[in-house]
């Protein structure tokens, strides 16, 4: 589980690393970085869509929105199919578990946007 002190404490010193860069290095990390940073905001809007599991792709988490695509339909299969109460279980988990990440997408962000920021800096240093 992720916990804000130390995502926050990665992120500082991922500030500090990029202040220690020189102007060329500082320019190439920026553009990296801006053309894969991912927003918090919209991370949360395609969460409410929690049916479709479309912020788990969003970040490049395809097996995460495959499982969770699949568990909504397949909840919604076992409806139709008669197993009522197994379909409606299925859903209500998938509900719950993306509510819980809907509460935390800010952090989810953030930790995703440090590893994106690491990235970034691994490819300056090896220019």
């Avoid at 690393?17 to 990296?32: I, M």
């Amino acid at each position: 589980m992720l916990k804000q002190n130390i995502v926050d404490e990665q992120q500082e010193q991922i500030r500090r690393q990029v202040r220690e860069l020189n102007d060329t290095q500082r320019k190439l990390y920026y553009q990296l970085f801006e053309q894969r940073v991912k927003d918090p905001d919209t991370y949360a809007t395609l969460n409410y869509i929690f049916i479709a599991g479309l912020h788990h792709f969003y970040i490049g988490k395809w097996q995460l929105g495959l499982l969770n695509i699949s568990a909504f339909g397949g909840g919604i299969a076992l409806v139709v199919s008669g197993f009522t109460e197994l379909g409606i279980a299925a859903i209500v988990g998938i509900t719950i578990f993306e509510l819980y990440e809907l509460f935390r997408s800010q952090i989810i962000i953030q930790a995703h946007n440090n590893q994106i920021s690491m990235s970034a800096l691994a490819e300056v240093h090896n220019q």
